[in-house]
């Protein structure tokens, strides 16, 4: 099981970013996924998670509104489509995988996970 984060980089308060997944090695629809992340000093929360058809999600409270998780199976990919965004959202984002699973996990497959900076 192989998880690939891609998307991170630098971006303005009040700017959008969207976060791409690729998994290999397993067979997506069969797995419940979801975005952690960790900021300097602080503990890693999750973000947000959908379930392995996709029409299920939940959101932290402090990204719900503003942050929107997506599922493609026939790509294997997940998303996570951020807008107006903060500079307390700046974190490693972390793509996360498991046969079954939560907003706070635990989950067995982690990616190495994307940093995203929200700066001026």
């Known amino acids: 099981v192989q998880l690939v984060e891609s998307g991170g980089g630098l971006v303005q308060p009040g700017g959008s970013r969207r976060l791409s997944c690729t998994a290999s090695?397993?067979?997506?629809?069969?797995?419940?996924m979801g975005w952690f992340r960790q900021a300097p000093g602080k503990a890693r929360e999750g973000v947000s998670c959908?379930?392995?058809?996709?029409?299920?999600?939940m959101y932290a409270d402090s990204v719900k509104g503003r942050f929107t998780i997506a599922r493609n199976n026939a790509k294997t990919t997940l998303y996570l489509h951020m807008n107006s965004l903060k500079p307390e959202d700046t974190a490693v984002y972390y793509c996360?995988?498991?046969?079954?699973?939560?907003?706070?996990?635990?989950?067995?497959?982690w990616g190495q996970g994307t940093q995203v900076t929200v700066s001026s």
């Open positions: 090695g397993f067979t997506l629809d069969d797995y419940f």
């Open positions: 959908i379930n392995s058809a996709g029409f299920s999600s």
């Open positions: 996360v995988a498991d046969s079954a699973s939560g907003l706070r996990g635990p989950y067995r497959y």
